[in-house]
């Protein structure tokens, strides 16, 4: 298939989208709105933890971190002067971030920035660590920032969490977002730094060996998924409107790896699946522990047991897709085509092969 | 000086209980190189048996004692044939997943089961005692952990490196293949050591909620954090390294609240302002074998 063919069906598919977006908008009520921004932004963060930990094979634990930063940054630069007024009683807030108010884009693209940066500090002498150090290194910085948060009221408002974020997240920002970080990875992995970091992947020493610079492409993986780690956060903490250190506890990272992991590592694709299908299931277990009266029979309110039927159901995911959903499969139109093919004439599919 | 005496003893029963359960960690690594993130579960399971045990059961203490130790190991062996043993073949990552899931399933359960609300763990008036050495008060729990994870411990040693099973689990920690051939019995092995750290988890969990007399299901979240640290801290995979570094995060703990309280808001993180420190002088931890790679 010709790569213009390829870029038509593209843009197609993304006027589709935006079109879909468009109605759902207007159409869905605010509660599955609300999901389909979670999932969104969990794609964004799935797709970001994968590159450091999918296709460089770092073991990264600190999203939850690189969140917070984007979170609070992000809300310190778009809540209205007089709702900072209101809510650092106890300690003022501290200049710049007092009289500063910034367009959501500019304040999310510097949230992303304060991520990246952090990225670079904690990568430069953490990335030497590997395997499950690394991990638990990332995931030591992520806490200690958290409780950072927790103690600088001036900045932060300390355990108390920041309140009135205006709510301007919307699909078209979760999903621009989306599409914007799956486009820039994806053209990063395609690039040769792409290479270089799956060289690094499958066998560190080998990559040095045929000279691939293990700390520099390291620490840029590590800091581009930073970025969007942080954008992530301030979509979030917009959708939210409110947030408070807890919500960035390890708990939040392990939940991304979730989503990466049974999308398939090093498939974004995967990914992008896992995001929607792990919030969905989420919200429609709700049910199940709300209690229901049969006539004859009523159940009562159980708390918990909605994330009973879900750990159960992914321990039964795991267990039966060892290596995630999508394994390292990506979507492709040639794939798409090739399938609808095989739909059509089942016979001679054997002798097509790939073409 | 009596502070810091004081101050020490304190540190020295933390640095247990963190020790007790650092083992379970450290010995599932060593076997499967998985780190178990339900073990801080299996932790909570022991000191909710207990209270169960003495409230509902009215069992005298040290047999609930007991039974308490007994079904946490049973539960820690059946998380590791239905959660663990079907992904032995499966990407190191999977297992890990599946173990958040455990971990998730646990804590949840919990809340069904036993309810959200924290229960007051009542304990034993003959822990209520004080023993007074000049200006150093030690309370009888204090003293008690310590050497009841003493004991413990002594008694794991004995078992890892005294007993066939022991050396089983050593067998298996080198080469898991290799020991498959020299017919160490694979499966079992790793039974009777999940059996293992997870009593050594319940005995951590009911010395914590007699100290801390307050239970509830998430309460393994952060000692079971803690005592991963620890056992990072001294080496994955090493048993003397995760008591040491059990000691050694208990004491450093406990002495920044003693001398420096306006940082005590930071006690959380100060555990892995060590780790970070230590890992980056020494990257296999305190007493972990500096593994080199050959090409």
């Known amino acids: 298939m010709s790569k213009t063919k390829k870029q038509l069906l593209t843009t197609g598919a993304l006027i589709l989208l935006g079109i879909c977006i468009l109605w759902a908008q207007s159409n869905f009520n605010n509660y599955t709105l609300r999901i389909l921004n979670l999932s969104a932004i969990y794609a964004i963060l799935g797709v970001s933890l994968n590159l450091?930990?999918?296709?460089?094979?770092?073991?990264?634990?600190?999203?939850?971190?690189?969140?917070?930063?984007?979170?609070?940054?992000?809300?310190?630069?778009?809540?209205?002067?007089?709702?900072?007024?209101?809510?650092?009683?106890?300690?003022?807030?501290?200049?710049?971030?007092?009289?500063?108010?910034?367009?959501?884009?500019?304040?999310?693209?510097?949230?992303?920035?304060?991520a990246a940066i952090f990225a670079i500090i904690i990568g430069l002498p953490v990335l030497r660590l590997r395997g499950d150090y690394l991990g638990i290194a990332t995931l030591g910085f992520a806490e200690i920032i958290r409780v950072i948060a927790n103690n600088i009221p001036q900045i932060t408002n300390g355990a108390l969490g920041l309140k009135g974020i205006p709510a301007y997240t919307n699909l078209w920002w979760t999903l621009g977002f989306t599409v914007f970080t799956i486009f820039v990875i994806k053209r990063l992995i395609a690039s040769s730094y792409g290479r270089a970091l799956m060289a690094i992947r499958e066998n560190e020493i080998a990559a040095e060996a045929i000279g691939v610079s293990l700390t520099y492409h390291k620490v840029m993986s590590f800091t581009v998924s930073a970025f969007f780690a942080g954008i992530g956060g301030g979509l979030l903490a917009s959708l939210l409107t409110t947030i408070d250190p807890r919500a960035f506890m390890f708990v939040m990272t392990f939940n991304i790896l979730i989503v990466v992991v049974i999308g398939g590592l090093g498939s974004i694709t995967g990914t992008v699946i896992a995001a929607f299908l792990f919030n969905f299931m989420l919200e429609y277990l709700r049910p199940i522990e709300q209690g229901f009266d049969l006539g004859f029979i009523s159940f009562p309110e159980i708390p918990g047991l909605r994330m009973v039927t879900f750990s159960l159901a992914l321990l039964v995911v795991i267990i039966y897709n060892q290596n995630g959903l999508m394994g390292k499969l990506e979507f492709t139109w040639q794939g798409l085509f090739d399938f609808i093919d095989r739909i059509k004439n089942p016979k001679n599919s054997d002798e097509k092969g790939v073409s | 000086m009596d502070i810091f005496l004081q101050n020490l003893a304190n540190g020295l029963s933390l640095g247990s209980l963190y020790a007790l359960i650092a083992i379970g960690y450290t010995m599932v690594y060593g076997i499967l190189r998985l780190i178990n993130f339900a073990h801080g579960e299996i932790f909570m399971l022991g000191a909710y048996f207990l209270y169960y045990g003495v409230l509902i059961f009215n069992l005298p203490w040290w047999l609930s004692f007991i039974v308490a130790v007994i079904l946490t190991a049973i539960a820690g062996m059946l998380t590791e044939r239905f959660a663990y043993r079907p992904l032995r073949k499966a990407p190191r990552i999977s297992i890990l997943i599946s173990a958040i899931g455990v971990s998730f399933f646990l804590q949840n359960a919990g809340i069904v089961v036993f309810s959200g609300v924290p229960k007051s763990f009542h304990r034993p008036a003959i822990f209520d005692h004080m023993f007074i050495f000049g200006?150093?008060?030690?309370?009888?729990?204090?003293?008690?952990?310590?050497?009841?994870?003493?004991?413990?411990?002594?008694?794991?040693?004995?078992?890892?490196?005294?007993?066939?099973?022991?050396?089983?689990?050593?067998?298996?920690?080198?080469?898991?293949?290799?020991?498959?051939?020299?017919?160490?019995?694979?499966?079992?092995?790793?039974s009777i050591t999940f059996a293992i750290g997870s009593a050594l988890a319940a005995v951590g969990g009911i010395l914590w909620a007699l100290k801390y007399p307050q239970i509830f299901p998430l309460m393994g979240m952060i000692p079971g954090l803690k005592a991963f640290i620890a056992a990072v801290l001294g080496g994955i995979g090493n048993i003397f390294g995760a008591m040491i570094g059990g000691f050694i995060l208990g004491m450093a703990e406990i002495l920044l609240v003693g001398f420096m309280p306006q940082l005590s808001g930071y006690r959380d993180a100060f555990a892995f302002l060590i780790l970070i420190i230590i890992l980056l002088f020494k990257p296999d931890g305190l007493m972990g074998k500096n593994v080199q790679e050959k090409v």
């Open chain 1, 52 to 114: 450091i930990f999918g296709f460089t094979g770092q073991f990264s634990l600190g999203h939850a971190g690189f969140m917070a930063i984007g979170a609070y940054t992000t809300s310190l630069l778009i809540i209205p002067k007089y709702y900072k007024e209101m809510t650092f009683l106890i300690e003022p807030l501290i200049w710049p971030f007092s009289v500063l108010q910034l367009p959501f884009i500019v304040a999310l693209l510097l949230g992303g920035l304060f």
């Open chain 2, 135 to 190: 200006n150093i008060r030690i309370s009888s729990i204090t003293f008690a952990s310590i050497v009841i994870s003493l004991i413990f411990l002594m008694g794991l040693l004995f078992i890892v490196y005294r007993t066939k099973t022991g050396l089983a689990m050593r067998a298996i920690s080198t080469d898991i293949e290799t020991a498959r051939l020299m017919a160490v019995n694979v499966d079992q092995t790793i």
